[in-house]
């Protein structure tokens, strides 16, 4: 969503940002001007004081998503990580995807970092400073089970309509192999696109549809016939030049992959951990 997550370059949402939604309280309360506490901590400079302001696109699960009226998901625990090293606590905007490949968030100083499973890229790197890579990513061909499609090629060979996530790596992908996707606001879209017949297939994140297929009534009508392995890796983004704040980025992450915490918050949110491929090193 690259998106995606993400790789996911995901769609211009229609809407400016939503309300922060307060994930985890660390130590730190929050007042009517925004936070309490430092506005420096531990060396990294908080656009609100007491509290570490995070962007997101939601939805996009298992990566961040609303559930019991709370933003959770992968991104989001490992964020909060971040804040408990810092000793403040992790608050969210939902804010427009595109808004994330050219930093002005970032810049505006609305929000400190951005997480929403975002493909590194050489061409974002102009824009935004991207933590060691947290997460290794692949593409999703998923099908109606009574479509006839086995594969991509088949989707082309017998005249299917596929669908992708508008702005996303996964649509790029395709549209790069010839074929024209309809393209879908969200990754939710995308699935009911498939789910109500608007299209046979969509290319879709892995990860997305591993959670999505954990429904029987989704598993029992739809399978994922290939996975397209394109190379992509998440990472969490900064504005250019805070140096601090991705170092502490990736002194989290470091250490939760050092004792055992990164496998424990993939297992919960995405399923079987290898650590070949959900745990990339720092490029």
């Not at 790029?172 to 009911?192: C, H, M, Q, R």
Request: net charge neutral; charged share 25%.
């Amino acid at each position: 969503m690259t998106t995606l997550l993400g790789r996911r370059t995901r769609l211009l949402a229609a809407t400016t940002a939503t309300a922060g939604l307060v994930l985890v309280a660390a130590g730190c309360s929050s007042d009517d001007n925004g936070g309490s506490g430092k506005t420096t901590v531990k060396g990294v400079h908080l656009a609100k004081a007491g509290r570490l302001t995070t962007c997101t696109h939601l939805p996009y699960p298992p990566f961040q998503s609303e559930i019991d009226g709370k933003v959770q998901g992968f991104d989001v625990s490992l964020i909060d990580l971040v804040a408990k090293d810092l000793g403040v606590e992790q608050h969210i905007l939902d804010t427009p995807f595109e808004n994330f490949k050219t930093g002005a968030f970032l810049n505006s100083g609305e929000c400190d970092l951005a997480a929403a499973g975002m493909t590194i890229t050489a061409e974002r790197k102009k824009n935004v400073d991207f933590s060691d890579p947290y997460f290794e990513a692949t593409q999703a061909v998923l099908v109606d089970k009574g479509s006839g499609v086995g594969s991509l090629a088949d989707v082309k060979a017998k005249g299917k309509k596929l669908g992708a996530q508008a702005q996303t790596t996964g649509e790029d992908y395709v549209k790069g192999k010839g074929y024209d996707p309809i393209s879908f606001e969200s990754s939710d879209a995308v699935l009911n696109g498939l789910r109500t017949g608007q299209v046979q297939a969509v290319v879709i994140d892995y990860p997305v549809v591993q959670g999505w297929l954990k429904d029987k009534a989704n598993a029992d009508r739809f399978k994922v016939v290939d996975n397209l392995k394109t190379g992509e890796q998440y990472g969490f983004t900064v504005k250019k030049g805070n140096t601090a704040l991705r170092e502490a980025i990736d002194k989290a992450l470091k250490e939760a992959k050092a004792d055992g915490t990164y496998k424990k918050i993939y297992e919960k949110w995405i399923g079987p951990y290898n650590a070949t491929v959900a745990s990339p090193a720092a490029s």
